[in-house]
């Protein structure tokens, strides 16, 4: 089975690290496109108000990511693979990700076992979980 479209959702934490890594190997494999999401969950990190300091630490975490992003994206350069970021600020990061699955028509989600949330070595995460059970695409799990 071809993947030409590989999803990594990638919050910055070892295991989207690993993640990444191993769709880079897979997409080295079978000339694929990967995109790497990041999402910001505004709900638990409490932008609703987007005061004017809130908008400057939003924005601050948005040149974070995308720099972290930009960082990948070079790595997969140097091996030739086809690589775009995308940020999505949004309450609902499993749907967000999986509707972009959906619409962009992925072939392939690579997801790290944990994140960066909480309670993250007491079972598999929330976010991956999510993914894996309402996925319409095969997902590969790295720990």
Known sequence: MPFQKILVP?????????AFKAALDLAQKYDSKITIVSCIDIFSSGWFGKSGFEQRLLKKLRGKIMKEIQDLE????????P?????????????????????????LIVIGSRGQSGLKELFLGS?????????QCPVLVVK
């Open 10 to 18: 990638y919050d910055g934490s070892s295991f989207s690290d690993r």
């Open 74 to 81: 070079k790595i997969a350069k140097k091996k030739n693979v």
């Open 83 to 107: 690589t775009k970021g995308r940020i999505f600020e949004t309450p609902t990061i499993t749907k967000t990700l999986l509707t972009f699955a959906k619409s962009n028509k992925i072939d």
């Open 127 to 135: 976010i991956s979980n999510g993914v894996i059970q309402r996925a």
